[in-house]
């Protein structure tokens, strides 16, 4: 059994920062890519930001230049630091990961139970 634990959602004034994280625990021989979505009300849900086992990342043309990934791999662990945040940033984020549970073990796609930003004044 895998989960993944996301914490450091919130309510922010534009401008502001905020920086999620995501912890994978249980029955992991290893991670490829991790990262983060997020969907709003009424819309699709869109990939924010991923980086991969090597450490390339790939990021949303919304967020270039204002959001980081970074990942800690002794600790499973994924972070996403958002700076100059902006109302249209407001979103349930969702952690991902594919990740095997052993060496003959197909990747599977799993994700968090979601955390809310909100930016708002």
């Known amino acids: 059994q895998v989960q993944l634990v996301e914490s450091g959602g919130g309510l922010v004034q534009p401008g502001g920062s905020l920086r999620l994280s995501c912890a994978a625990s249980?029955?992991?021989?290893?991670?490829?890519?991790m990262g983060w979505y997020r969907q709003a009300p009424g819309k699709q849900r869109e990939l924010v930001a991923d980086i991969y086992s090597g450490g390339r990342t790939n990021y949303a043309d919304s967020v270039k230049g204002r959001f980081t990934v970074s990942r800690d791999n002794a600790k499973n662990t994924v972070y996403l630091q958002m700076s100059s945040l902006k109302p249209e940033d407001t979103s349930v984020y969702y952690c991902h990961a594919y990740i095997r549970t052993g060496w003959n073990r197909d990747p599977y796609h799993y994700w968090g139970q979601g955390t809310q930003v909100t930016v708002s004044s």
């Open positions: 249980g029955s992991i021989f290893s991670i490829n890519v």
